[in-house]
């Protein structure tokens, strides 16, 4: 008998009662009805999102009014931009992220993007107030130990918070 067919009868076969879930304790197998999908697998929680949407920017005009009216700070590693908001709007601060193709290619983008927002979400509480913040990483923002990402968005938070204007003074 050759190694593949040896392989292939260890495991059951798509679909078997053996491959399909069980529901508690290992009695039988899950019905369609319970799992309400036709593979016979669970439906997946979503996952816990880095801010609910008043939290963050979300709009093309709001970044842009963030761009054009807003300050900006350089760091070592990052931009950020910010602009306070009217006291009459929603609470809180307001996160946008900018991740660019020169940054590098998908995969690298979808890190740093991961990489920031958990880190906006554990200095989220060094900003209060009515103020947008947008940060636009540099590429060494991929490889810097995480610790120090979060100590500097902490960093540029807070020097939002300090420095921010409203729209309409200069």
């Known amino acids: 008998m050759s190694a593949k067919a040896s392989a292939s009868n260890q495991f059951p076969k798509p679909g078997s009662p053996a491959r399909r879930l069980v529901a508690s304790g290992g009695e039988k197998p899950m019905s369609r009805a319970l799992c309400g999908r036709k593979s016979g697998c669970p439906t997946r929680l979503p996952l816990a999102r880095w801010g609910a949407k008043p939290n963050?920017?979300?709009?093309?005009?709001?970044?842009?009014?963030?761009?054009?009216?807003?300050?900006?700070?350089?760091?070592?590693?990052?931009?950020?931009?910010?602009?306070?908001?009217?006291?009459?709007?929603?609470?809180?601060?307001?996160?946008?992220?900018?991740?660019?193709?020169?940054l590098g290619g998908?995969?690298?983008?979808?890190?740093?993007?991961?990489r920031m927002r958990e880190a906006v979400r554990l200095s989220s509480v060094a900003c209060e107030g009515p103020i947008d913040v947008i940060f636009h990483p540099r590429k060494s923002v991929l490889r810097m130990p995480f610790a120090e990402l979060v100590s500097e968005v902490t960093r540029g938070l807070r020097l939002a918070q300090q420095r921010g204007r409203m729209p309409g003074t200069k």
């Open 56 to 102: 963050r920017l979300l709009k093309h005009a709001d970044f842009q009014r963030v761009y054009q009216k807003g300050r900006r700070q350089f760091t070592g590693n990052m931009t950020v931009f910010f602009l306070r908001r009217e006291v009459g709007s929603t609470s809180g601060p307001r996160v946008g992220l900018t991740v660019g193709k020169v």
């Open 106 to 114: 998908a995969v690298e983008r979808n890190r740093i993007k991961r």
